[in-house]
């Protein structure tokens, strides 16, 4: 399990985070969600180790992670999908699956056949470049990519956004799967509130860098929630 507690996060003078606390368990999808600019993806740059935070700790299975890097975050079992999907456009899929090598031993250098069963289109692009294939496919690539670190918890930030329809559908249906597999945590920052709301676990709603609202499916009604996010 995945425990962010009274997290604080700045940037130079200006606080975007206030003591954020929420858990992400295996086998369980925890959204956060809320409007543009309250500090959701600052939390998951904090957590994956992306920007420092001021305050707060982070802990995986009861181990304290302290204030890790990128790498250091990556090689504990957290994965990142930015939003943006941040892939390498002159370089085919193939390599772009590879860099997630980076943060494993050696003898775990390989892509595993089970990422081709999520996302059989990347299957017959390997060679094709990455900038060349569409917005859907690079989310596919994002994703998958991160898969290869072989992750305990899966941090996407705006999955859907920019995504053809189909695909969203594909998005969610991979996201289910990972999550019914029982052995990864995956905390989804979305604003499409129905994908949202069909898929995650629990929900935590953000406003101006403070939790607002938080607790499990069935516990939270669908208006209050969507009171809390919406503009």
């Not at 494993?104 to 990347?122: M, N, Q, S, T």
């Not at 989310?139 to 705006?158: G, H, M, S």
């Not at 989804?188 to 509130?193: A, D, H, I, S």
Request: aromatic share 6%; charged share 20%.
């Amino acid at each position: 399990m995945l425990s962010v507690e009274n997290l604080t996060l700045h940037y130079g003078q200006s606080q975007i985070l206030h003591g954020i606390s929420l858990g992400a368990e295996a086998g369980k999808v925890t959204a956060v969600t809320g409007t543009n600019g309250v500090g959701k993806t600052s939390l998951l740059k904090a957590i994956a180790g992306r920007h420092p935070y001021s305050g707060g700790s982070i802990t995986l299975d009861g181990r304290p992670l302290g204030h890790l890097n990128a790498f250091q975050a990556a090689r504990a079992g957290i994965a990142y999908v930015p939003q943006g999907r941040e892939i390498f456009p002159l370089m085919t899929v193939q390599e772009n699956l590879e860099t997630g090598f980076a943060c494993l031993d050696r003898a775990e250098h390989g892509v595993p056949e089970h990422i081709f069963e999520l996302f059989p289109i990347l299957k017959d692009f390997l060679n094709r470049r990455g900038g060349d294939l569409s917005g859907g496919q690079q989310q596919q690539l994002a994703i998958a990519r991160a898969l290869i670190t072989r992750p305990r918890v899966l941090l996407l930030d705006e999955p859907t956004e920019g995504i053809q329809p189909n695909i969203i559908q594909q998005i969610g249906r991979v996201i289910a799967q990972l999550r019914d597999g029982g052995e990864m945590a995956v905390v989804l920052v979305e604003q499409y509130f129905d994908f949202m709301w069909d898929l995650a676990d629990s929900f935590v709603a953000v406003t101006r860098g403070e939790v607002a609202l938080s607790g499990r499916a069935g516990e939270i009604g669908r208006d209050e929630l969507l009171a809390k996010v919406s503009i």
